[in-house]
């Protein structure tokens, strides 16, 4: 398997709205449970791509098998601050790429940001080694701020500063 981690091009939206989908699927890592339709995901990396905001893929041959992007805030005062928002499918977890993939991105964040946040689930404890791993530190956690499928989760709040 060699996995390219590369900048998102507008030609990827197809595959990152594929691979957004089976993440949400598994009802797991992110918040949303499928995918928006398609023209969102097309919106949504068109948005990132004027806006500066370092979006990244993991291509295995022709196939987008993850993604990771940092987002820059639209709340006043908090425009310095960017929030992490990442995934991979399944059968590319553990075998360091998505180490790459937020290595990347906080590299291209460097000098645009000051800090950049995330949210995961208590439950996702490789992903918050990850984090941890890639320079993130704990901020806060809200107890029982999730309930799917009949079952609560709390959310971890990190952070990490980079000037």
């Not at 957004?20 to 990132?48: G, H, K, M």
Request: glycine letters at 10%.
């Amino acid at each position: 398997m060699s996995v390219t981690i590369r900048p998102i091009t507008l030609d990827d939206a197809g595959g990152f709205h594929a691979a957004l989908d089976s993440v949400a699927r598994e009802r797991r890592f992110l918040r949303l449970t499928e995918a928006p339709p398609l023209a969102r995901s097309l919106q949504f990396v068109a948005s990132n791509l004027a806006s500066g905001n370092p979006q990244f893929v993991a291509v295995d041959e022709d196939e987008i098998v993850g993604w990771c992007d940092i987002c820059r805030s639209n709340e006043q005062d908090s425009e310095h601050c960017g929030g992490l928002g990442m995934g991979l499918l399944a059968s590319h977890r553990g075998k360091g790429i998505g180490t790459n993939l937020v290595t990347a991105a906080l590299d291209a964040a460097r000098g645009k940001f000051e800090r950049v946040e995330l949210e995961v689930y208590a439950s996702n404890i490789p992903a918050i080694a990850l984090y941890q791993k890639t320079g993130f530190t704990h901020e806060g956690r809200r107890r029982r701020a999730l309930l799917r499928d009949g079952v609560h989760d709390d959310i971890v709040m990190m952070g990490l500063l980079l000037s």
